[in-house]
């Protein structure tokens, strides 16, 4: 039984820069429809586009073009994206950073002439990285918070999404189940239309970047509900995450790529530079080259104190580095390291899903109703997302959803919901809470960090991958016997634990699924037992749904592999 029930024309899971830029077009739209923000944390504070640091990706220069910063994207994802879909992402990046900066208010950094500055990011043939010093993510996400706080956009805070709804014949969405965090209740939201952009993020690896909140609850949830997933075995380590000890949350946490976009230099535990061993581009690599390489140093032995890498930027000059990186040198500094002028420790570290529900280039999806965009869709970058893209990503494809469902939703009704899919995802929440001796979560999810990191993780086999997929359903079982402590449901941490490791081990057996499937190396996924990258020509991405995985060839769309759309291949 549900016991609070509300109505609205449009719903929106997550307040990231996708959810946020939907609520805003949406309302633009249309205004006189009801749009309702539903987030896990507060609106503004949680979830990756804040902590966004290098910046947003978007051809402006005179020299640069769309068509460039397309090949790019298309090359750095090894021609598994979807060319449609990236199209879109190259062009619309344009007008959504004029929207930021002129109608939203953001402040981005500048030349001396007066021109937005665009920095280096790895993987990109033309500087094209807009950003406000190296916390740009707190710039976009609290203007877009304060233009949703200030119109008639309805919020329901601490309000997790558990289930997506579909209507009484199952054709079309009818809304979403919630638990209230604070209260413990169950909420159930009809909508004519639903965005899913939880937002992915690979949080079930040892060493990852996310925020807390993101637990892959939206793919787990679209998962369930039949919609396909494609590419989901490319999970993107970023070259540095932070090593700063066990003890500290930290650990894992990004240091941003432009650190090497500027210069920044890689060691080993030696303190020798080994990047130009694996790359002629070295450290200014794409980031799937740059972490093997890294993960391949550290199997060798050759480590730092805590089992990582080094980074260096000293040789750039001490003063320098602060004044451009003032954000990540005290960040380091806060961790004992000193980034101006010394060495700091570094690992690569889960970053990013590439793998997400298939979607079209209108954000709509195989469930009518249902939207996605941001990170919890799949398509646009392929086997690998070039730094910058990702907030670009979430940004455009978050406006286009917002018109898109202000439009679908003027022809729309409100539906039933199937009652018994209601009733069957509280009986589901509500496993822990029928007694038994008290244990901890803990070894649960350290033996998850541990499959994940190990065995499907930088390096992949079949062997591991078969291991990974036995572990895992040990993993989920003992979950499903798992009785909390603590019996209340008002901000019952611990039960919203248990959901989020539900939801983490269920995306956790898809990428394993994919990655078996997968008997190549593509981009972000390297198979030791199948190291070559196959013919491009013949490019396929995989599609799992109901726990098959399929491989479906990749329209070449606009361009092929050996032809570019810049005048002179590059
Ligand atoms: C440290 C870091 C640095 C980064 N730097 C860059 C960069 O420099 N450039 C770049 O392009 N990209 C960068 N990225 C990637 C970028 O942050 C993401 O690509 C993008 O912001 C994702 O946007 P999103 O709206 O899809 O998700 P998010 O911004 O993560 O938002 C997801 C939202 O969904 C909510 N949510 C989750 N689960 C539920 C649920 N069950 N119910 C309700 N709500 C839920 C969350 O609370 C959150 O509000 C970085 C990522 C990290 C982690």
New binding site residues.
Partial sequence: MVPKTLDTDILI???????LFAALHANKAAPELSVTV????L?GK????????????VALAREDSVERHFMDTIQGGAWLSDQELAWKLVTLAVERIRELENELGCFFDRNPDGTVHQKAFAGQTFDR?VHKGDL??IEIINRLAEQVWARNIGRLEE????ELIKDSSAKSIAGVL?IDMRTGEYVFVRAKAVLL?????PTMYRYH???G???C??LA?AMRAGLPLRDMEMVQFHPTGLLAGTHTRMTG??L??GLRGAGGYLLNGAKERFMPRYDPKAERATRDLVSRAMFTEMRKGNVSPHGGLYLAMSHLGAHEVRRQFKGMVERCADCGFDLAGGMVEVVPTA??MMGGVEFAADCTTALPGLYV????SGGVHGAN?L????????TVF?AVAGDEMAAWVKTASLREPDRAAIDAAIAFCERPFRGGPAVSLEPLRERLYGVMWDKVGILRDAASLQQAQAELKEIDMALDTYALPNATREFNLTWHDWLNLKSLVAVSRAITLAATARRESRGAHFRSDFPQSGSLEQSAYTSITDSIVSMKPVSFSRVAPGQSLLRHVA
Avoid at 387 to 394: D, E, H, L, T
Wanted: charged content about 15%; some cysteine; hydrophobic content about 25%.
């Fill in positions: 899971l997550g307040s990231g820069g996708a959810g539903a987030v896990k944390g609106l949680c979830g990756c586009t804040r902590m966004v640091q290098g910046g947003y990706n990285t740009t993510g309000h997790r999404a558990v919630f952009a939880t937002g992915g993020g970047t996310p925020s909140d993101k637990s609850d939206g949830m946490t990004v941003e790529e970053h990013y965009a941001g990170e919890d997302r730094g910058g893209n990702g907030v670009a990503n979430s978050g």
